[in-house]
């Protein structure tokens, strides 16, 4: 059976979605890891690669602060707090997978699945926003990264 990443990813949104929506209320017993197994376990069958959804899940939220600073100059129009609940989640998912897994997941793909969650989970415009604040993030801060690197390993 092949390893259902999409599943996987909606699986971590889930997870990070309640588990911004508990802390944001105070839940003093809130564990994403008692939610993560708990939405994990619903899909026992369908998701083979749990380890890339606990580690989108955990990595997200290790690096939650610095993808919130990289996600606010690409839509200054949209202040982070007011982007709905789901479509901050998705962004941050869709940019923690080109800053830090690149080495596992092409650029397009992190983009297309961001964009599909978007689809299915967010409202009429989320998937043209996400679309555009991921693609920018993809010129400016992944293909600069790349072209520095290539100027860098030339032999001059």
Do not use: C
Not at 9 to 29: G, H, M, N, P, W
Not at 33 to 62: C, S
Not at 68 to 93: C, F, G
């Amino acid at each position: 059976m092949a390893s259902n990443r999409h599943l996987g990813r909606i699986v971590a949104l889930q997870t990070l979605y309640e588990y911004e929506f508990r802390t944001s209320a105070d839940d003093k017993s809130v564990s994403v890891d008692e939610i993560l197994g708990r939405n994990l376990g619903r899909y026992d069958q369908e998701i083979e690669d749990t380890d890339f959804v606990t580690g989108l899940v955990h990595g997200v939220l290790k690096h939650q602060d610095e993808l919130d600073d990289r996600i606010r100059p690409l839509a200054p129009e949209w202040p982070l707090e007011q982007i709905a609940r789901i479509d901050r989640n998705v962004l941050r998912i869709g940019l923690y997978e080109l800053l830090h897994l690149a080495d596992k997941v092409p650029p397009k793909v992190a983009i297309n699945e961001a964009v599909e969650l978007a689809k299915a989970f967010g409202s009429d415009n989320s998937s043209k926003f996400i679309n555009g604040v991921l693609g920018t993030a993809y010129r400016t801060l992944v293909e600069e990264v790349e072209e520095t690197k290539d100027a860098g390993t030339k032999v001059q």
